[in-house]
């Protein structure tokens, strides 16, 4: 090789390389997250991590060199988000047992799969709302450095309540009086958590529950709080939860009058922005078929990188799921789910897309799109409105929306594409064909 040759090459290697990190998405309905009709034919536009340009075929050059990967045929759609996760579990049946038997395999093992569990399914934040500190905490670096596959995470660790049920100490804090509230939510906060997970705050003093949200926004926190009950609902109110999650334990058929002025007061409030809320609706809908097909724990998707002795516990435990204690009532709260999830959105509550992944035979592969099926199919949300709730809102709440939940020039490129129109068979969902983090195709 000459001199000159080699003077060549060095001039030209930086856009030779700039070259082999473009890729371009093109040709598939695009569905950016912010306009309400998608994009046809589209061009994405990739560099590095991020996305350089968005836009229509004919619109948007696609330079030289480029990776160009055909989307025709396909959506293309912001990375899902899952607002409510549980790493640490993985659909087992028996909480006891298992967190009697696993937490030295959290860290390496069970969070680690779950994680990968969800990537793969086009999740690619997710929001982990219960689990030792510690864990939790390494698991989520070694996951936002790139070390292990996984959603970018935001995580709670343990619950805050007044008291930890027995056996759960390693994930749920009690607090005694205000000043132990404080201190509990600035240990979290100093370990460098993402968010304060209430939960109970029913049973608190009103001084105790003042004080957990208020060392929290102190910190920059936002707070979630679970609203199974209504004064756990005005409670938070009144304290200043930032989002809240589930749609209620109670089989009455629709939340009190109280509860509903009280959230419309809140929402009205835009001055301190929108009140957040995770209903987790498909858990409870789903348990009726799932316990009549149990074909579907057939579904290996939840296997992927979990130990064989542990995927064998989990199918021991889930041999005869309609005699789980844990869904016993669900027949009588799932006729009450849509009632009142329309009351939340009347009330101008913003939803997100929250599973509680990880619950009894709730697999992380599954349960995200498993939700906006249900929010679409049962519950008449729009696939649009639905998807934003899985994307541009969680982006919103978790104060990342510069960054990522929408197809924007700038932003982070986390993308998914499925063969299919989405906007009218949400269920595509359940094959993602194609998952884009942080630029990097992961599969």
């Known amino acids: ?201 029913d049973q608190m003093t009103e001084a105790e529950l003042m004080a957990v949200v208020d060392e929290a926004h102190k910190h920059d926190l936002p707070v979630v709080a679970h609203a199974h009950r209504p004064k756990e609902i005005l409670l938070g109110l009144k304290a200043g939860v930032d989002n809240f999650e589930h749609t209620g334990l109670s089989t009455a058929p629709e939340y009190p009058p109280e509860v509903i002025a009280g959230l419309r007061e809140r929402a009205a409030q835009m001055n301190i922005g929108p009140l957040f809320w995770t209903p987790t609706v498909e858990g409870l809908f789903n348990y009726d078929y799932v316990k009549n097909n149990t074909e579907k724990f057939d579904n290996s998707s939840w296997h992927l990188d979990m130990p064989e002795d542990i995927i064998d516990d989990i199918k021991q435990s889930i041999t005869h799921p309609e005699r789980l204690p844990y869904f016993q009532i669900t027949s009588k709260r799932k006729p009450t789910l849509k009632r009142k999830i329309q009351q939340l959105r009347d009330a101008g509550v913003v939803l997100m897309i929250g599973t509680d992944s990880g619950i009894p035979l709730k697999f992380h592969s599954q349960s995200t799109w498993n939700e906006l099926d249900i929010w679409v199919r049962e519950m008449g949300i729009s696939p649009m409105e639905a998807i934003r709730g899985a994307s541009y809102w969680p982006s919103v709440m978790m104060k990342v929306d510069h960054e990522v939940g929408t197809i924007t020039e700038g932003k982070y490129a986390d993308i998914i594409a499925v063969k299919g129109d989405v906007l009218r068979y949400i269920n595509l969902l359940q094959n993602v064909d194609m998952v884009i983090k942080h630029g990097e195709r992961v599969k």
Not at 8 to 26: R, S, T
Not at 170 to 190: E, H, I, T
């Open 1 to 201: 090789m000459n001199k000159l040759t080699v003077t060549l090459l060095a001039l030209l290697l930086p856009f030779i390389i700039q070259a082999e990190n473009i890729k371009a998405l093109v040709g598939g309905v695009l569905i950016d997250g912010f306009k309400d009709q998608p994009i046809q034919n589209s061009v994405v536009i990739i560099e590095g991590e991020r996305i350089k340009a968005v836009g229509a075929m004919g619109d948007v050059e696609i330079p030289a060199g480029a990776e160009v990967i055909s989307t025709e045929g396909m959506t293309v759609l912001p990375g899902l988000w899952d607002m409510h996760v549980h790493l640490q579990i993985n659909g087992h049946a028996d909480y006891k047992h298992w967190h009697s038997t696993y937490p030295p395999r959290f860290e390496k093992e069970i969070m680690p799969a779950s994680a990968h569990q969800l990537l793969m399914a086009g999740v690619t934040s997710a929001r982990d709302l219960g689990a030792p500190l510690e864990t939790i905490i390494k698991v989520r670096d070694a996951i936002n450095k790139g070390e292990i596959p996984g959603p970018t995470m935001y995580v709670s660790g343990p619950f805050i309540q007044k008291a930890p049920y027995p056996g759960t100490e390693l994930y749920r804090w009690g607090v005694d009086g205000a000043s132990d509230a404080r201190a509990k939510v600035k240990k979290l906060a100093d370990a460098g958590v993402d968010v304060i997970k209430l939960i109970d705050q």
